[in-house]
């Protein structure tokens, strides 16, 4: 059989009933959740507490299957690594009215295109990848109505935002959470929607909640009550660099930390602020301002593509039409080595001013 979006759908409706729904609010974007599995509408609106809408009108509509069955067979093609990585996670399949997305440690499935939203498989034991499929739903309205997507983090003082951005592995989830507890809200972890809105430019944030390494949480007295004694001993005994290296994740669950209204997903784009310093290098930071459109080989240290995920065109790193927006910002290049408390004080100060 030739499947297509359509065609999955309506073997979708006939095997499987949406029983549990809840409508989600980012950004003035909307979007009905519906499931068959009420223990996942549980932990999404628990997950999803902060953006929950009583109205659901004229809402993207996102359904989900829990079930390991899947009840057609496709050919998929691996997605290559993105650069700087090795392991190949995702397989797709591109139909003549939309996409197909695997994971293949996982097996879950994606279908999406037009206004169809799909998701089958084991669900509860994958709901980190449920929330993400949510999350780039989202990702996709935006993209459509004039974001640009950065690799960045971001806060926000009285919507004064700061986008961190940088290669991974650089600290923008560290230094975000440091201002957070500074006092500054958080806005979003790893990926940020940049839109330009006349004399200024607006920041969208992603509503997921970061996760960070070991090293975060011991160089950070307030995250330090998400590990148990034994656990933070063990880190504090680790060497900076085996710590810096650490693989195992841990959820900051914002208000649980640093208390109600400190997750926000908008806010005005202040600062740019590209962490471009070295675990290496023998100088001390400095943070300078530059001008943008002289530094080309920044670039891919803040434009993200949009994945596998994203069906459209999207801008290139060549075309530059995103100067336009994120120069109505001050951007600021920090070199050096990595000193999260001078940074930390240096935009204190600047937004302050």
């Known amino acids: 059989m030739n499947w297509t979006v359509e065609s999955i759908k309506e073997e979708f409706n006939d095997k499987f009933q949406m029983k549990y729904s809840i409508c989600l609010n980012f950004c003035g974007q909307k979007f009905s959740i519906k499931t068959d599995s009420q223990d996942l509408l549980t932990l999404l609106k628990k997950y999803y507490s902060n953006f929950i809408s009583r109205q659901c009108d004229?809402?993207?509509?996102?359904?989900?299957?829990?079930?390991?069955?899947?009840?057609?067979?496709?050919?998929?093609?691996?997605?290559?690594?993105?650069?700087?990585?090795?392991?190949?996670?995702?397989e797709f399949h591109d139909l003549t009215d939309g996409r197909c997305v695997r994971k293949i440690l996982t097996g879950m499935v994606f279908v999406f295109g037009g206004n169809i939203n799909l998701a089958i498989g084991d669900c509860l034991n994958n709901s980190n990848q449920i929330i993400n499929y949510i999350n780039n739903r989202f990702i996709q309205k935006m993209i459509e109505s004039g974001s640009i997507l950065l690799h960045s983090s971001a806060v926000s003082h009285f919507?004064?935002?700061?986008?961190?951005?940088?290669?991974?592995?650089?600290?923008?989830?560290?230094?975000?959470?440091?201002?957070?507890?500074?006092?500054?809200?958080?806005?979003?972890?790893?990926?940020?929607?940049?839109?330009?809105?006349?004399?200024?430019?607006?920041?969208?944030g992603i509503a997921k909640y970061p996760r960070i390494n070991p090293g975060t949480i011991v160089n950070n007295p307030y995250l330090r009550q998400m590990l148990i004694k034994s656990e933070l001993d063990y880190y504090k005994s680790m060497d900076r660099e085996s710590l810096w290296n650490e693989e195992r994740k841990f959820d900051v669950f914002i208000e649980d930390i640093f208390g109600k209204e400190k997750f926000k997903l908008e806010s005005?784009?202040?600062?740019?602020?590209?962490?471009?310093?070295?675990?290496?290098?023998?100088?001390?930071?400095?943070?300078?301002?530059?001008?943008?459109?002289?530094?080309?080989?920044?670039?891919?240290?803040?434009?993200k593509p949009p994945g596998l995920f994203y069906i459209g065109n999207y801008h290139s790193d060549q075309d530059r039409s995103f100067l336009r927006t994120l120069e109505k910002s001050r951007v600021f290049e920090a070199t050096g080595k990595p000193d999260f408390d001078f940074a930390s004080e240096f935009f204190l100060k600047t937004i302050s001013g």
């Open 58 to 90: 004229k809402a993207t509509i996102i359904e989900i299957a829990n079930s390991r069955e899947l009840f057609f067979n496709l050919n998929f093609e691996k997605k290559q690594p993105d650069p700087g990585k090795n392991k190949i996670k995702e």
């Open 159 to 204: 919507r004064k935002g700061i986008a961190i951005s940088g290669f991974s592995g650089t600290g923008k989830s560290t230094l975000a959470l440091q201002l957070v507890s500074r006092g500054l809200a958080f806005i979003s972890n790893d990926r940020v929607l940049c839109k330009d809105a006349g004399d200024e430019a607006l920041i969208y």
């Open 268 to 303: 005005k784009l202040k600062y740019l602020l590209i962490l471009n310093w070295s675990r290496k290098s023998p100088e001390n930071t400095k943070i300078e301002r530059i001008e943008l459109k002289n530094r080309p080989d920044l670039y891919p240290s803040f434009l």
